[in-house]
């Protein structure tokens, strides 16, 4: 083909700026590897052994071919991508930039499932339906999210970014944003990035019930103090210099029970 073919073939299937994303999205998935796992030692290494990457750049061209609505090409090239890297992707699925599924295998990604960017899956996860459900009835997993080995995650729900699902859980129900969810069903551990039951208490500020009575004793000594000088003027002087001296010692004590505060 003469390199003006070349370049009018590549336009005409760029009409819509599909081929460009595509390409684009394949460079992130590279990267991603490179990033995220600490094996990958070469760029030579990381085309050649990683059969998550193998399957998302087949899947790309699958999804390529069923944007162009041709039919039966994108469903061979799924399953020729099936027979090749154990990973099952229907080329409908949307699947944002800089996706990374850790050693492959054994890894299903139903019809209407949509990806976020950056997303991250282990071996043996299902993005499936229940069943039960017709139109939309895969998972959508937002930006940053992380599916860990043989988890489940079923239905139309939704799991917020840069959520977590531990391995082996089963999700049936919508994750909020930063969470964690673990174990079957699926339960939440950490709560936008707070663990769930551990209690919310402030440690530098603990109620003191020792130095709050402590607090009303010497309130109502003062006040007990102020009303004899009333009652007995000749003994002003006095009660004021022994004031002076109690404030001095009572405010080294809370200065010890407040943590300096007072
Ligand atoms: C869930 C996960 C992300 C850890 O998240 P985390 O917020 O740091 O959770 P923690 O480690 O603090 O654990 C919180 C609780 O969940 C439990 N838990 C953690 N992972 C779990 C899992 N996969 N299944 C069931 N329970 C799990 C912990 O035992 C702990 O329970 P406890 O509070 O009763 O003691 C991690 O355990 C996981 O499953 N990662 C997937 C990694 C993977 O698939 N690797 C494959 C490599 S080949």
Known sequence: MSAAGAAGAYIWLNRGGDLHRTFRSVRRDVAAIRERDPAAASLLETLTCYSGLHAIMLHRMAHF???????VAPRLVSQFNRFLTGIEIHPAATIGEGFFIDHGAGVVIGETTEVGDNVTLYQGVTL???????????????????????????????????????????????????????????????????????????????????????????????????????????????????????????????????????
């Open 65 to 71: 071919l069923y944007q162009q609505k041709l039919p």
């Open 128 to 262: 499936g339906g229940t069943g039960k459900e017709t139109g939309k009835r895969h998972p959508t997993l937002e930006d940053g999210v992380t599916v860990g080995a043989g988890a489940k995650v079923l239905g139309a729900v939704v799991i917020g970014e840069n959520a977590k699902v531990g391995a082996g859980s089963i999700v049936i129900h919508d994750v909020p944003a930063d969470s964690t969810v673990v174990g079957n069903p699926g339960r939440p551990v950490r709560e936008r990035g707070r663990k769930v039951g551990a209690a919310d208490i402030d440690w530098t500020h603990l109620p003191d019930p020792v130095a709050d009575a402590m607090e009303s004793l010497v309130r109502r000594v003062v006040e007990l103090e102020n009303e004899f000088k009333d009652a007995f003027p000749e003994k002003r002087e006095e009660i004021e210099k022994a004031q002076v001296e109690g404030e001095r010692v009572i405010e080294k004590v809370f200065d010890y029970y407040h943590g300096q505060e007072k």
